[in-house]
């Protein structure tokens, strides 16, 4: 009986993928795109590019934000000043980052205890980045209501979305815009037509180039790994959340995975930035991120896997020329080398603690998150996407309600 309940459920997930895949709405972009899929000329591309063939491109998140931050200014004085801060508010000590997993720890329960019965998990992981971005990059900001992280979050997800596409209502994108800006007011202090002191600049970055990447980490290794991998990964993150520092960080287990190599294999199979975009001599080209981390030619058969253990191994080791999920050139991301990385393993680590083995997926959507390889990548994917306590109470296997 339970072998024919699993080739049912097989069945239904291959169902709801093609289903899924059919009825995903197609980007309509206002201009041609050309594609680069080519490590070496990607990494061409962007180790030459100007101030101005970034910002092109990114035209439309200042149409929607009002932001002027490194990727959409062409000013080499406030680009270099905006960096400077940047890496100014990256520095992170030991006693920091302690400070920072026992935050999010204490949020999650916090929101995992007083949520229903059913919650969202799309909506769960974005109140716990944004909450962490604002007390690391806003530390003087009086923490937000969950109502008003809901409604910026919202917003942000829904201008950014919009942003994207050419037949969107302008008149639509003011209503949202102007409501976005007026929150962002009540809560910051700051008005985000004030250009260069837009909060937007740095929640942008950060936020965004979290919450989905967290999301997917988290869906990985709680929920689509065997008993083994699970207790695995719930004793490495233990102990890394426990001393939070870059030692613990890189940490191997027997396995030899540790969570370096965890979320350095989600930044694979997962890069929060799917494409970069470049706008030269009038052309609109993409560097295909997803293409190049999944290229079965570069990283084998087993490329749309999630497996941490492939960073020990040669095949990882030699492929870095294709791992570009913070960019590449003299535009890379400064959060690349330690801090993205840790922040990820910090809020990973939080959501394991807080939804343990007596939580699981619910739904149609929890069948096919179990089900398909990899997942999708997409911003709006898993927003259906609830959880909820196991309904006997006890701690078990990943599975559905």
């Not at 800006?181 to 600049?201: E, H, W």
């Not at 699970?230 to 993150?237: G, K, M, N």
């Not at 959501?351 to 929890?366: A, C, R, V």
Request: hydrophobic share 40%; glycine share 6%.
């Amino acid at each position: 009986m339970s072998f024919l309940l699993a080739i049912a459920v097989s069945v239904l997930a291959i169902f709801f993928d093609i289903l899924l895949r059919l009825l995903k709405p197609k980007e309509v972009f206002c201009t041609g795109t050309r594609r680069v899929q080519q490590a070496r000329q990607g990494r061409n591309i962007l180790n030459h590019s100007t101030l101005e063939e970034r910002a092109k491109p990114n035209e439309r998140l200042v149409r929607v934000f009002e932001i002027e931050n490194a990727f959409t200014t062409t000013d080499p004085t406030w680009h270099k000043e905006f960096v400077a801060l940047v890496k100014t508010l990256l520095r992170t000590s030991d006693k920091d980052w302690k400070e920072h997993a026992d935050f999010a720890s204490d949020t999650i329960h916090q929101v995992v205890d007083t949520t229903s019965t059913q919650s969202t998990l799309e909506l769960t992981v974005q109140a716990l980045v944004f909450r962490l971005v604002i007390v690391k990059f806003f530390p003087d900001t009086p923490a937000p209501s969950m109502q008003d992280i809901h409604f910026i979050t919202l917003q942000i997800n829904s201008l950014w979305i919009a942003s994207k596409y050419c037949n969107s209502g302008d008149s639509e994108l003011v209503s949202a815009k102007m409501h976005l800006r007026k929150r962002i007011q009540q809560v910051f202090g700051s008005d985000t037509a004030d250009g260069q002191n837009n909060p937007l600049n740095i929640i942008l970055p950060a936020y965004e180039t979290l919450w989905r990447i967290v999301l997917r980490t988290f869906l990985e290794v709680r929920f689509r790994s065997t008993i083994t991998e699970r207790e695995q990964y719930r004793i490495l993150f233990r102990d890394f959340m426990d001393k939070p520092s870059k030692d613990s960080f890189e940490q191997q287990n027997e396995s030899h995975a540790s969570v370096h190599t965890v979320v350095t294999e989600a930044l694979r199979l997962y890069p929060p930035t799917r494409r970069i975009y470049r706008d030269i001599s009038g052309e609109r080209v993409a560097i295909d991120i997803e293409h190049l981390h999944r290229d079965e030619n570069v990283w084998g058969k087993n490329a749309f896997l999630f497996q941490p253990t492939r960073w020990a191994t040669e095949n990882g080791k030699e492929n870095k020329r294709s791992y570009m999920p913070f960019g590449a050139g003299k535009f890379e991301c400064p959060a690349k080398s330690t801090f993205g990385p840790m922040l990820i393993g910090i809020l990973v680590g939080a959501l394991l603690s807080g939804i343990d083995g007596k939580f699981e997926l619910n739904g149609k959507e929890g069948i096919y998150v179990l089900n398909t390889r990899p997942l999708e990548n997409g911003r709006q994917a898993y927003s259906q996407l609830g959880f909820g306590r196991r309904r006997d109470g006890d701690e078990g296997e990943a599975g559905l309600l």
